[in-house]
């Protein structure tokens, strides 16, 4: 069964750091562009961080220069490292999977097909 698993969320306080995991199963990661978005309680669903099948990577102005996105063939996953979190941060994290490198160009991160279930972070004091 292919699937996309995040984890890694949890609990920090301001100006902490965390490293989010995506880990596919059934499918090899390597062709696909992948994305993280987030989402707050109230508010809508955005795009956070994507990475290209090449390496190339995309971010959000919210939080470009604090969080990086990575990826590794050999353990089929992608990453997301989260530095110098703020309480604006604290949402469900989620990845996500495009066929189409092109995806990441738009802000929105279009076009995904595979979504994984999503780890929550909290950032408080």
């Known amino acids: 069964q292919s699937q996309l698993v995040e984890s890694g969320g949890g609990l920090v306080q301001p100006g902490g750091s965390l490293r989010l995991s995506c880990d596919a199963t059934?499918?090899?990661?390597?062709?696909?562009?992948v994305a993280w978005f987030r989402q707050a309680p109230g508010k809508e669903r955005e795009g956070v961080a994507c990475?290209?099948?090449?390496?190339?990577?995309y971010y959000a102005d919210s939080v470009k220069g604090r969080f990086s996105i990575t990826r590794h063939s050999g353990k089929n996953a992608a990453y997301l490292q989260l530095n110098s979190l703020e309480q604006e941060d604290t949402a469900n994290y989620y990845c996500?999977?495009?066929?189409?490198?092109?995806?990441?160009?738009?802000?929105?991160?279009?076009?995904?097909?595979?979504w994984g279930r999503g780890t929550p972070v909290t950032v408080s004091s």
């Open positions: 996500a999977a495009s066929e189409t490198d092109s995806s990441c160009k738009d802000p929105v991160y279009p076009g995904m097909k595979h």
């Open positions: 990475i290209t099948s090449t390496r190339n990577t």
């Open positions: 059934g499918w090899d990661l390597d062709y696909y562009a």
